[in-house]
């Protein structure tokens, strides 16, 4: 299964935009991209999944170049209770899922 | 629709005991998968059960052990309890076996002491 490299934190304010980048060198052509999103003490919750291009949904949307190398996590105007570590996720669609240490996303006020 | 719940919230043991957690999946789901989280990492895959048979497992050793039931909750089944045990258990289940989109339950604080 592909390695993913994503920052180990991020701060940003209320209403900003913010953008996580996840590298995958490795990724093959049967991986697909997901994210997940983790509060304290919590189970992590399924945000976001793709293979190429851009997909979009109510929460995220998430944006692949076409060497599928890297993916980036959009959250467009987040709010204090966006504050949570993002996972990335690089796999065959299967569902045992390998997680990495994640993005810890600090958003102030 | 219920979603996954876990049984107990928290627990504190000693070495060398057993512990048993259970898990409830999310209605109609017949795939439960677990994880152990430690303190500042991301969920390890400890084992999958599907329609009661176990299908995959992690770099767990054999002390990790677990069923599934007719009604697809399942239980997680720890022996000889070490410290490096201490960790969040958490439950997942999925609708599709082999879909990577998870439901997770809040998981189980289970402290070694």
């Known amino acids: 299964l592909a390695k993913t490299t994503q920052p180990i934190s991020m701060d940003s304010y209320e209403g900003q935009e913010v953008n996580i980048t996840c590298s995958h060198n490795n990724i093959a052509t049967n991986d697909y991209i997901t994210w997940y999103q983790q509060f304290p003490s919590q189970g992590p919750r399924f945000i976001i999944q793709g293979y190429k291009t851009k997909v979009t949904n109510e929460v995220a949307s998430l944006f692949i170049p076409a060497d599928r190398k890297s993916s980036t996590l959009s959250l467009p105007r987040v709010s204090l209770s966006d504050t949570a570590v993002y996972y990335c996720?690089?796999?065959?669609?299967?569902?045992?899922?390998?997680f990495g240490t994640g993005t810890r996303l600090q958003v102030f006020p | 629709e219920t979603g996954v719940t876990q049984s107990p919230t928290h627990l504190i043991k000693t070495r060398g005991q057993q512990v048993t957690l259970r898990c409830s999946s999310q209605s109609g789901h017949n795939t439960v998968s677990w994880y152990q989280q430690a303190l500042g990492q991301g969920p390890q895959f400890i084992f999958q059960?599907?329609?009661?048979?176990?299908?995959g497992r992690g770099n767990f050793p054999p002390r990790f052990s677990g069923l599934q039931f007719p009604n697809y909750s399942s239980e997680l089944n720890v022996n000889a309890l070490e410290l490096d045990d201490s960790a969040l258990y958490l439950c997942a289940s999925s609708l599709v076996v082999g879909r990577s989109e998870q439901f997770f339950g809040p998981g189980t604080r289970l402290t070694v002491l």
């Open positions: 059960y599907y329609r009661e048979e176990e299908n």
């Open positions: 996720l690089v796999d065959g669609n299967t569902d045992k899922l390998i």
